[in-house]
Structures are given as C-alpha cells and as structure tokens.
T-cell receptor, first 113, second 115 residues
Framework: AQKVTQAQTEISVVEKEDVTLDCVYE???????LFWYKQPPSGELVFLIR??????QNEISGRYSWNFQKSTSSFNFTITASQVVDSAVYFC??????????FGEGTQLTVNP | DTEVTQTPKHLVMGMTNKKSLKCEQH?????MYWYKQKAKKPPELMFV???????INESVPSRFSPECPNSSLLNLHLHALQPEDSALYLC??????????????FGPGTRLTVT
C-alpha cells in the first residue's frame, strides 16, 4: 500500500519569506511517480511537478524548487520569496499504477502581506 | 492548451432530482477521471475511463453513473443523492498511463449541494 504524509497542516508566513512544504512517502514499489499540486481557493488543482523514482535531480522553476531524496523518502517543495498569490492548499501525491494518485492530506499555506 | 472545463460551476439539487455534470478536454488525452472532494480533504478517486471504457470504479454508489460519450467528454449522472454527497466534484484528464504515471490536469470543479 502507498502512503503520503504531509505533516504540516497549516503554515503561515509573511510575504517574501521562504517556505518549505514537507512530503514523506511510503511505497514498496521501485518504480513510482511523485507529484505536487496547488489548489487555490477557486478549487482547481494545478499541476506543478512530476518526478519519477529514477530521477533524483532537484528541480528549480522560478521561485519554486523541489528536493527529492530517496534515502529519506521525501519530496519537499520550497517557495522562495513567497507572495500572497502563493496562498493555497498544496498536495503531494504518489502513483505506482498510473491511474491512481495517493494524495497527502494537504498543507494550507497562507502568505500574509 | 491544458484546459479542462466543467459545467455547471455550482449545482443545488434535491434528493429526488436527476442532474448531470459535464467535463470536456481538448488535449488529446485518452484517460479521464472523476474525483469527489470534501472540505479540507484531498480528492478521492471515483471513476477512471481509459479509451472511453470504464477501467476503475472505486465502489461508488449506483446513484452516481458515469458516461464517456467520446474521447473529449465525460459526464456524471446524478440521481437520488444524499446530503452527504454534497462536495466539490473534479474532473481530470491525462495521457493513458500504460505503465507510466502522467500528470493529471484538473478542471475547476462543480460545487454540488444536495438539499
């Protein structure tokens, strides 16, 4: 069985602070995929990144960066110089079968001006 | 174009009504999904269609009936719902997994209230 744990239920920061959202996963499969999604108050889940288990390279996209560490089964997400528009619920997800996504419980990020 | 559209945005229905939710994508994806999301919870998978055929039904009650008329459209027919079915219903699409796991693109959802 797969499991994703996002231990931080809520995080509140002030604009321009850096913030890291933690994601720890569990799976016995050697091939798996990890994802991050953003869900703003409007409700739509926005895809941010997909990573497969064989690619441990960290990734940076603008103010967003991701740190994938198989040794600790973690796939953490950092927002640099946060902005009010980053306020949303962020979900980490895991897939081994292709169709099913196992989501974490989500982290509510609030960025205050 | 990575857009998935859903109609209606909001729906209020009584327990004896019949209504349908609609979803459309034009990304050439051959896998489409229905999810149910309650407040402050992650989405829960309901159904998966692959090449217009139902491939996964997560033991969803029969008062929810999915339909995939063609590769771009996905419907969810609702009948005799219960108040606990009130939730955000999300549609998503992706390339067909076939052993890999592709990112799913989600629509904005239909916020359903059952009275």
């Amino acid at each position: 069985a797969q499991k994703v744990t996002q231990a931080q239920t809520e995080i509140s920061v002030v604009e321009k602070e850096d913030v890291t959202l933690d994601c720890v996963y569990e799976t016995r499969d050697t091939t798996y995929y990890l994802f991050w999604y953003k869900q703003p108050p409007s409700g739509e889940l926005v895809f941010l990144i997909r990573r497969n288990s064989f690619d441990e390279q960290n990734e940076i996209s603008g103010r967003y960066s991701w740190n994938f560490q198989k040794s600790t089964s973690s796939f953490n997400f950092t927002i640099t110089a946060s902005q009010v528009v980053d306020s949303a619920v962020y979900f980490c997800a895991l897939s081994v079968t292709g169709s099913r996504l196992t989501f974490g419980e989500g982290t509510q990020l609030t960025v205050n001006p | 174009d990575t857009e998935v559209t859903q109609t209606p945005k909001h729906l209020v229905m009584g327990m004896t009504n019949k209504k349908s939710l609609k979803c459309e994508q034009h990304m050439g994806h051959r896998a489409m999904y229905w999810y149910k999301q309650k407040a402050k919870k992650p989405p829960e998978l309901m159904f998966v269609y692959s090449y217009e055929k139902l491939s996964i039904n997560e033991s969803v009650p029969s008062r929810f009936s999915p339909e995939c008329p063609n590769s771009s459209l996905l419907n969810l027919h609702l009948h005799a719902l219960q108040p606990e079915d009130s939730a955000l219903y999300l549609c998503a699409s992706s390339h067909t997994p076939g052993g890999l796991a592709y990112e799913q693109y989600f629509g904005p959802g239909t916020r359903l209230t059952v009275t």
